[in-house]
């Protein structure tokens, strides 16, 4: 067990539906790190917080957006969803940005 | 081409074979390497964090990089049929700059380690 939690661990929705997936980074971590995960692309980086800043995105669609809450929680926002969005969903968490990365469980989202 | 390449594999030893696992990169700024285990829809499991070139060990884990070369390697000693997963290097550039905390993944190597 990382000590990173994720929920919801699966989540079924309809084309066009918004989701929010939630993250809980490591006791005393401060930076929060989103991946996607899918067959053909493998694990691709999302976005990063820092204290509640955003600090680095790679390459997040217009349609995801994603914040940290002063307790230091994250949320992925994913809206109008299409079915190529089914995938794995990874959040991470390091005390800094350049420091190991621990990963939690993911979330799989299934758009049908 | 990809700024990491790793071999899919997949790859298939005997219990107590060595194995050996390689990633190739072009971008010259990642400065940090892990190694990574996955096991089949879990999250990644951190095996490895090494800073620069050199080697690195931990129990039957060994890291290698050789920056000069942009490749890096782990080598498994007395596999175990527990080690089978898929095995992910990833790198950093580290502090600064735009990518900052950002990890650059392989495509990853599925192993299986039969008793």
């Known amino acids: 067990d990382s000590g990173v939690t994720q929920t919801p661990k699966h989540l079924i929705t309809a084309t066009g539906q918004r989701v929010t997936l939630r993250c809980s980074p490591r006791?005393?971590?401060?930076?929060v790190y989103w991946y996607q995960q899918s067959l053909d692309q493998g694990l691709q980086f999302l976005i990063q917080?820092?204290?509640?800043?955003?600090?680095a995105k790679g390459n997040i669609l217009e349609r995801f957006s994603a914040q940290q809450f002063p307790d230091l929680h994250s949320e992925l926002n994913l809206s109008s969803l299409e079915l190529g969005d089914s995938a794995l969903y990874f959040c991470?968490?390091?005390?800094?940005?350049?420091?190991?990365?621990?990963f939690g469980p993911g979330t799989r989202l299934t758009v049908l | 081409q990809k700024e990491v390449e790793q071999d899919p594999g997949p790859l298939s030893v005997p219990e107590g074979a060595i194995v050996s696992l390689n990633c190739t990169y072009s971008?010259?700024?990642?400065?940090?390497f892990m190694w990574y285990r996955q096991y089949s829809r879990k999250g990644p499991e951190l095996l490895m964090y090494?800073?620069?070139?050199g080697n690195k060990e931990d129990g039957r884990f060994t890291a290698q990089v050789d920056k000069s070369s942009k490749y890096i390697s782990l080598f498994i000693r007395d596999s175990q049929p527990s080690d089978s997963a898929t095995y992910l290097c990833?790198?950093?550039?580290?502090?600064?700059?735009?990518?900052?905390?950002?990890?650059?993944f392989g495509q990853g190597t599925i192993l299986t380690v039969h008793p």
């Open positions: 917080y820092y204290n509640g800043e955003e600090r």
């Open positions: 991470a968490s390091s005390w800094a940005a350049y420091n190991e990365q621990f």
């Open positions: 090494t800073y620069s070139s």
């Open positions: 006791s005393g971590d401060l930076s």
């Open positions: 971008n010259s700024a990642f400065q940090y």
């Open positions: 990833a790198m950093s550039g580290g502090a600064g700059g735009t990518s900052y905390g950002k990890l650059t």
